[in-house]
């Protein structure tokens, strides 16, 4: 340690711009991106030795591809960054780019790899697909005769996460950034609610901004401030060999996704390791004072399955010896992504936590994100699903968190499909007529603690195990509900979305703060609008209803409940009077769509529910059977259709009244799936696939949502500018796509991520598609792009593809919608 360094290390400073708390690759690489964007003097405090926690014994693997574009873009940054952090610092990381290899053993899986194939070339990333001769020429030592192909992604790499935690705190230094280890944080001191400080056991350190990235830590520190980040440690086996006579030290590192099995190269042995579908969680009942570079036994009756697939696919470990049986800890959360951004409990804290056993590839590009967004306000890439303020205050609970961590270990690995369900915790958020949606056959799914209604097998059969990407065995299910609400009438609960009341005397100014849409509207209206950023960009997709002068309800998709208050709250004018309510338990939510729905409800009613007196995005307080209820006309299936918000004590009441006055009129019940492929056939854009933080409403065909004359708003400034720029044939535009001749049964499916092709030029994306039910064809939706415009007439040249699983079809693309074009049923 340098003279300067241990000066540090006695004198802890009295105020900094930013702390971070704690010393594991993330936060050092936080401090390390700070100190590079010329922030001096920030500081770290690690409670023992910088990454003694869980960086330590973390493989090291460094992947590029992700779920989404953005967090690709962060990974291949994350790759560069280890390239480049040796020269820079003198400091070796042990970085090299032996690649790595994916193999497939079904049919399923080798679709999979294939569609990954094509997400690589679209994020200009060299991938090659292997056949099994290939598999065994680049890597030997694997048994073959079940394998179906590979896949190869050659700048995949590895790094000894020791080192490059070692070599960012040296680049850190060098630029004035300070580092206390062996300092543990006892509390985040605040000041009106807001961040003043960090209290130590070596004094208080005064700041305004503080990352709390403290690993399996982070969770019982936070909610000791009342804040909620959802994560538990588990336990994470793996085995090393003994040294392997000529193993190459390039040979690149495996995956058996199938088998749960991962490998790479360690000084010439080979580490050996697993994500069982069932692990084990560990210290429930806290973690002790003294863990430090700490192993844990190691369970060989728990480990034994995933041992007994390794001897099998590694038939040399029948002859070679093992070196070590590794068990240490790593923190995961409920739905298997780490928390990053604000909190929106305490202003000023951030929260980097959760890594899910990624910390290490997640490292370089977090660091720069948390850096950017502690100074600049946004963080540099949409990360929209990793938000901590996607959390739920119930999701505090030490016990949910320890069960379902025990299951998020395995959601790295095995099969990714619709059918894949989350088995733990379950039944803990029930909307309130459950049971009898279960009586009804409803099939649930596990969003954010709610049951979820997501088809409906009145033969009482639960999710099937045969596995598909393609046709489903609930799909004729589903493909019934669908056509029901063409011919008939559907009923959907939506109950699980979060119902936000906004009042007070300045909730109409409030709310116009950050929506683009004016909220200066007449009582009993509703409208659809988006929450913005200073970018543009959109952060939640709403719709407001004013039920009163002073009252507005916002009601936004359920895992959206905590993230969009926190919008309003954060980006509203402090001055002005108003209050947020979170009314989501409050009131039910059923919706009835389809060209019966409007004689169904009347026959309930003796409010005059026609087109005249009740017109498309209206809202009325209606008597509905013996209940007093807000209908609000709107469909997310494009038909005609109306919201019902009831009071939750009469949602039961109204449930039962509408299937008794239903059944003459052909009503059903319908679920997710079903408004899935309706919306997609009209065109309806979801949060988080089609829409999100880095896409404008001018981009994705949401301009007519955008007032610019009612005043500023958060974003005008951005969209003025585009708007005079590139006027209506943006750069990039979201456009309506159906593939001719595909066919339910056999495809090609529209799923998500396949590069649309305009003759031999590469222009665009699929953003979510799937199979529509009321077309009878496959439809999606794609974002597009042209630095000359994605004007109509360029659509309308036409001469575009879509690649899926490696080979091209023709599609269709245009602005409209295909079913509906001009949205006259559910207007009529």
């Known amino acids: 340690m340098s003279a300067s360094e241990k000066e540090q290390a006695q004198t802890l400073p009295e105020t900094a711009p930013v702390v971070v708390i704690g010393g594991g690759i993330i936060g050092v690489s936080t401090l390390y991106h700070l100190a590079k964007k010329g922030v001096e003097k920030a500081v770290l405090v690690e409670r023992k030795a910088m990454a003694s926690g869980t960086t330590w014994h973390a493989a090291g693997i460094v992947g590029q591809l992700r779920e989404s574009s953005s967090q690709t873009e962060l990974s291949k940054y994350t790759a560069r960054l280890f390239t480049e952090l040796e020269l820079e610092t003198g400091q070796a990381t042990g970085y090299k780019q032996n690649g790595t290899l994916h193999v497939a053993l079904s049919d399923i899986r080798w679709e999979q790899l294939r569609r990954n194939h094509d997400h690589a070339g679209r994020m200009e990333i060299e991938s090659r697909l292997l056949s099994v001769s290939e598999v065994a020429e680049l890597y030997p030592y694997i048994e073959r005769s079940d394998l179906l192909g590979g896949f190869f992604v050659p700048s995949n790499g590895q790094v000894n996460p020791l080192d490059v935690t070692q070599a960012m ?52 520190f936070a909610a000791q401030h009342g804040v909620t980040v959802p994560l538990h440690a588990t336990e994470h086996f793996y085995i090393v060999t003994e040294t392997i006579d000529g193993l190459p030290r390039t040979i690149p590192g495996l995956v058996v996704a199938e088998e749960r099995l991962y490998t790479k190269e360690d000084a010439g042995k080979l580490l050996i390791g697993g994500f069982e579908a069932q692990g084990k969680s560990w210290g429930q009942n806290g973690i002790p004072e003294s863990f430090e570079f700490d192993e844990l036994p190691f369970d060989m009756e728990h480990v034994e399955p995933m041992l007994e697939r390794a001897f099998a696919r590694f038939p040399f470990l029948e002859t070679t010896g093992i070196h070590t049986f590794f068990n240490g800890p790593e923190s995961f959360t409920p739905d298997g992504r780490p928390y990053i951004g604000p909190a929106p409990e305490m202003p000023g804290l951030f929260i980097a936590a959760g890594m899910n056993s990624n910390g290490i ?27 901590t303020a996607r959390a739920h205050p119930f999701q505090r609970n030490a016990a949910y968190n320890a069960e379902r961590a025990a299951e998020s270990i395995g959601f790295h690995y095995g099969l990714q499909w619709p059918g894949r369900q989350i088995e733990s915790a379950r039944g803990i958020r029930r909307v309130p007529v459950h049971d009898r949606l279960q009586a009804a056959g409803a099939v649930m799914a596990e969003r954010i603690g709610w049951e979820v209604p997501m088809y409906y097998d009145p033969s009482g059969n639960s999710w099937p195990s045969r596995p598909s990407i393609g046709w489903q065995d609930w799909s004729a299910l589903v493909g019934e509900e669908c056509r029901a609400a063409r011919d008939a009438a559907v009923l959907i609960d939506q109950s699980m979305y979060a119902k936000i009341l906004v009042q007070g005397p300045d909730a109409a100014k409030a709310l116009d703060c950050v929506s683009g849409a004016s909220m200066n509207i007449a009582v009993g209206t509703s409208v659809y609008t988006q929450f913005l950023n200073r970018i543009g960009g959109i952060e939640a997709d709403v719709t407001v209803t004013r039920l009163a002068p002073e009252q507005y309800m916002v009601v936004t998709g359920h895992p959206s409940q905590i993230r969009d208050q926190f919008h309003i709250r954060t980006h509203a004018d402090p001055s002005l009077r108003f209050e947020i309510f979170d009314a989501t338990g409050a009131y039910g939510l059923l919706t009835v769509h389809g060209p019966k729905s409007r004689p169904i409800l009347q026959a309930l009613s003796g409010d005059d529910l026609s087109n005249e007196a009740f017109p498309f995005g209206a809202a009325k307080e209606i008597d509905l059977a013996h209940a007093r209820v807000w209908a609000i006309r709107r469909s997310f299936l494009g038909e005609l259709g109306y919201e019902l918000l009831i009071p939750v004590e009469f949602t039961a009441h109204v449930y039962e009244a509408l299937l008794e006055k239903g059944a003459d009129h052909g009503l059903r019940h319908a679920g997710m799936f079903a408004m899935n492929a309706c919306r997609l056939e009209k065109g309806f854009r979801h949060f988080g696939h089609d829409i999100g933080e880095e896409d404008t409403p001018y981009e994705t065909g949401l301009g007519f949502a955008v007032h610019l004359d009612k005043g500023d708003f958060i974003g005008r400034e951005a969209l003025v500018k585009q708007k005079a720029e590139q006027g209506a044939a943006t750069k990039s ?96």
């Open 169 to 220: 705190a040296k680049g850190g230094r060098a630029r004035g950034a300070q580092i206390f280890e062996n300092t543990k944080a006892i509390r985040i001191l605040t000041r009106n609610g807001r961040v003043s400080g960090v209290e130590t056991d070596k004094g208080v350190i005064a700041t305004d901004r503080v990352l709390l990235a403290g690993g399996m830590w982070t969770s019982r």
């Open 361 to 387: 590839l997640n490292g370089g590009g977090f660091g720069l994100t948390m850096a950017a967004w502690m100074t600049d306000g946004m963080p540099v890439r949409n990360v929209g699903s990793m938000l």
């Open 733 to 828: 535009r979201t456009v309506a796509i159906r593939v001719p001749g595909a066919t339910a049964e056999d495809g090609p499916h529209l799923i998500h991520n396949e590069p649309v092709w305009k003759g031999e030029r590469l222009v665009g994306h699929v953003t979510s598609g799937g199979w529509g039910w009321r077309l009878e064809a496959m439809v999606g939706l794609a974002s597009l792009h042209n630095d000359e415009g994605v004007s109509k007439d360029w659509i309308g040249e036409g001469g575009f593809d879509v690649q899926i699983a490696g080979k091209r079809y023709p599609i269709e693309a245009q602005l409209a919608p295909f079913y509906d074009p001009r949205g006259e049923i559910m207007r009529g």
